[in-house]
C-alpha cells in the first residue's frame, strides 16, 4: 500500500519570504498523480498544485512550485513570497492512476504560520 | 469551476437521531463522490467512495449500515450517520472526482456534533 510521509509537523515563515514543505511518499508504481491541498481555518481543502508522475517537468501555479523527485520519491512544496493567507495546513497527497483506485492517500499534513 | 457544496455546515442532534449530510456539485457533474472524516489537527481519513447509480464502496473498519450513502444523481450524494451517538461527532468533508478526472475538489465540510 502507498504511503506519503510528511516530516514537518509544523513549519513557520516570515511574510513574503520563501519555505518549502517536504513530503515523501512510497509506491511500487510508476504511474500516479500527486497533489498539495491547502485547508485553512475555515477548514475547506483547496487545490494548491498537482503533478503527474510521468512529465518530468515541476509543476508551477503562480507563487506555488514543487520540487518533484521521482527517483528519490520526494515531492516538496515552495511558497514564493509568503503572504499571511498562506497560513493553513498543507496536505500533500497521492493518487495512483491504476484503474479502480481513485482514491486519495494523504500524508498528516504540516502546519504553516506566516508571520508579519 | 469545480465548485461542491454541502449542507449543512454545522449540525447539532440528539443521540439516537439520524442526520442526513448533502454533497453536491455545482458546475459539473461528479460519477464519483468521496466521504472523509477528520478528527481535530488529523488529516482525512476516507470512509467511502460513492459511485452515481451503484452501492458505495466503504473502507475497512467503515460501518455501511451506520453510515447510509446514496449518490442518486450526478450531481448528489447524501451520508446519512444513523443512530448517531457521541462518539459520531466529528467533521465530514465530501469531494468530486473533477476536471481533470485524476482531481478532487472539496466542499467546505460539515460539522457535527451530536449530544
Known amino acids: 500500500a502507498q504511503t506519503v510521509t510528511q516530516s514537518q509537523p509544523e513549519m513557520s515563515v516570515q511574510e513574503a519570504e520563501t519555505v518549502t514543505l517536504s513530503c515523501t511518499y512510497d509506491t511500487s508504481e510508476s504511474d500516479y498523480y500527486l497533489f498539495w491541498y491547502k485547508q485553512p481555518p475555515s477548514r475547506q481543502m483547496i487545490l494548491v498544485i498537482r503533478?503527474?508522475?510521468?512529465?518530468?517537468q515541476n509543476a508551477t501555479e503562480n507563487r506555488f512550485s514543487v520540487n518533484f523527485q521521482k527517483a528519490a520519491k520526494s515531492f516538496s512544496l515552495k511558497i514564493s513570497d509568503s503572504q499571511l493567507g498562506d497560513a493553513a495546513m498543507y496536505f500533500c497527497?497521492?493518487?495512483?492512476?491504476?484503474?479502480?483506485?481513485?482514491?486519495?492517500?494523504f500524508g498528516k499534513g504540516t502546519k504553516l504560520t506566516v508571520n508579519p | 469551476g469545480a465548485v461542491v457544496s454541502q449542507h449543512p455546515s454545522r449540525v447539532i442532534c440528539k443521540s439516537g437521531t439520524s442526520v442526513k449530510i448533502e454533497c453536491r456539485s455545482l458546475?459539473?457533474?461528479?460519477?464519483?463522490m468521496f466521504w472523509y472524516r477528520q478528527f481535530p489537527k488529523q488529516s482525512l481519513m476516507l470512509m467511502a467512495t460513492?459511485?452515481?447509480?451503484?452501492?458505495?464502496?466503504?473502507e475497512q473498519g467503515v460501518e455501511k449500515d451506520k453510515f447510509l450513502i446514496n449518490h442518486a444523481s450526478l450531481t448528489l450524494s447524501t451520508l446519512t450517520v444513523t443512530s448517531a451517538h457521541p462518539e459520531d461527532s466529528s467533521f465530514y468533508i465530501c469531494s468530486a472526482r473533477g476536471s481533470p478526472p485524476e482531481t478532487q475538489y472539496f466542499g467546505p465540510g460539515t460539522r457535527l456534533l451530536v449530544l
Open positions: 458546475d459539473f457533474q461528479a460519477t464519483t
Open positions: 497527497a497521492y493518487r495512483s492512476q491504476r484503474g479502480g483506485s481513485e482514491k486519495l492517500v
Open positions: 503533478q503527474e508522475a510521468y512529465k518530468q
Open positions: 460513492s459511485n452515481e447509480g451503484s452501492k458505495a464502496t466503504y
